[in-house]
């Protein structure tokens, strides 16, 4: 044990070394101040992937060097503090603790498991059926995943004593959630509308449907049965008993006060959230609403605000300070000036190709799908220079960040499932190992002809 510990941290060690070399080097020949805040900017995101220092210390290290030594004001650094968005993840924290504390969503799912779950396989399509429904009422996948999990694990575990039967079965739930969340701008209420912001672009619902929802409905469907097909060993029907499941988390009694204005309230702000283009009432203010109507009516009190994860929120406009501030200090500039040659000067499939590649070996190597959007999406468009739509090049970033990942920490939503011990790690990467060139396959052969065919290509 004391090997293996010497051996990570000598590993650790040798990681950290990198931005000192690059610092040396300056293989993209920066001036001192771009210099400092490149290697600064490595150094936290080994930081971040490591773990070796605290998410929030590697944060305020890397905007103190920011303010230090960037050309950007104190207003440009945090702007993503004043933004809607920003506002608009908050209000969705309170939303979907509201929800959970009405109980309504364990009622209805665990009915609809007990009644039509009999199979493992079966349990794998509810996840992507309850991906998609909850999109409606719970916004924010975070709260998603752990409350459908919950209501999974009371289920499942008076099915069966298998436990990697379990372990897939709860993972299918992570699985579906991160490819669901494509269908609507909403089902990913951080990195749907963080691409959509980085990349300067504005779409609303419907703008999103159009480009999206049909492909990713075809997504959806091939991805649970790879899913199916990889896990085919675990997910064999034996593995299942049909005895009846008593779950005290749902009882035979009528609905309560709570679950009744729990959904008029939802569907009130569902109801705005769809017709944003007709009353153009922001969908934060719209939130808003909502979350007043649950203090109101008691389902939400005071205390409720801790739901609020003020840890992922200052780690957010960490996050989006770096695109700014590599474009205004110049860094983008230099960096992708090296890339660029690698890009055709064309709109062709293979200049699309290079997108993708370029997009997930960034996100490969620093770890938050967020961090490698905040680098290549504004960098990508400053380089585009009118070649393709600025939506497509947004929309492929983003896809290929959101089904693509190897380990736990390349996607915070994986990350939740992998730190709460509700899977085994081996699980994501057996099916990301796979999903590297199916991701490719999809942009190619389902989003880009589709794009193509509705005028955005």
Not at 166 to 177: A, D, H, K, M, T
């Amino acid at each position: 044990m004391e090997f293996i510990r010497r051996h990570i941290e000598i590993k650790l060690i040798l990681v950290q070394i990198i931005p000192v070399l690059v610092f040396i080097i300056n293989p993209f020949n920066m001036n001192i101040k771009q210099s400092i805040l490149f290697s600064s900017l490595l150094i936290t995101i080994i930081w971040w992937v490591t773990n070796i220092v605290d998410r929030n210390i590697a944060c305020i290290f890397m905007l103190l060097i920011f303010l230090i030594f960037s050309n950007s004001s104190l207003e440009q650094i945090f702007k993503f503090a004043l933004s809607p968005i920003f506002f608009l993840i908050i209000m969705s924290f309170l939303l979907s603790k509201g929800i959970s504390n009405s109980k309504i969503t364990n009622r209805i799912s665990l009915l609809i498991l007990q009644k039509y779950g009999k199979t493992p396989i079966k349990i794998v399509m509810f996840s992507f059926i309850f991906g998609v429904l909850l999109i409606i009422i719970i916004p924010q996948p975070f709260a998603r995943v752990i409350l459908l999990s919950s209501i999974y694990k009371a289920y499942i575990n008076n099915r069966t004593k298998n436990i990697e039967t379990r372990e897939v079965l709860i993972f299918s739930i992570f699985v579906s959630c991160t490819t669901t969340s494509m269908l609507f701008i909403n089902g990913d209420i951080i990195l749907n509308y963080s691409a959509l912001q980085l990349g300067g672009i504005q779409m609303t619902l419907q703008d999103w449907m159009v480009a999206m929802f049909l492909p990713s409905v075809l997504v959806n469907i091939f991805i649970y049965f790879i899913f199916i097909f990889i896990f085919k060993d675990k997910l064999n029907a034996n593995c299942f008993n049909n005895v009846k499941t008593n779950v005290s988390m749902v009882k035979n009694n009528e609905v309560s006060n709570k679950e009744i204005s729990a959904i008029i309230i939802m569907i009130f702000v569902v109801f705005l959230w769809l017709t944003e283009s007709w009353h153009r009432i922001d969908p934060a203010v719209s939130a808003l609403f909502g979350v007043l109507a649950m203090f109101a009516v008691k389902i939400l009190n005071y205390k409720d605000i801790k739901s609020i994860n003020v840890s992922l929120m200052f780690f957010l406009i960490s996050v989006f300070s770096i695109g700014t501030v590599l474009k205004q200090s110049g860094i983008t500039t230099l960096i992708f000036s090296k890339i660029s040659i690698f890009i055709p000067n064309n709109n062709s499939s293979i200049y699309l190709f290079s997108i993708i590649l370029i997009t997930m070996l960034l996100h490969m190597l620093v770890g938050s799908a967020l961090t490698a959007l905040s680098v290549v999406i504004p960098s990508l468009i400053s380089l585009n220079s009118g070649i393709v739509n600025p939506v497509v090049i947004v929309l492929i970033c983003y896809i290929s960040v959101n089904i693509h990942y190897i380990f736990p920490i390349h996607h915070v939503t994986i990350m939740i499932g992998s730190a709460n011990h509700d899977f085994n790690n081996k699980l994501v990467i057996k099916i990301g190992l796979i999903m590297t060139f199916i991701t490719i396959i999809l942009i190619l052969c389902l989003y880009i002809p589709w794009w193509k065919i509705i005028g955005l290509l």
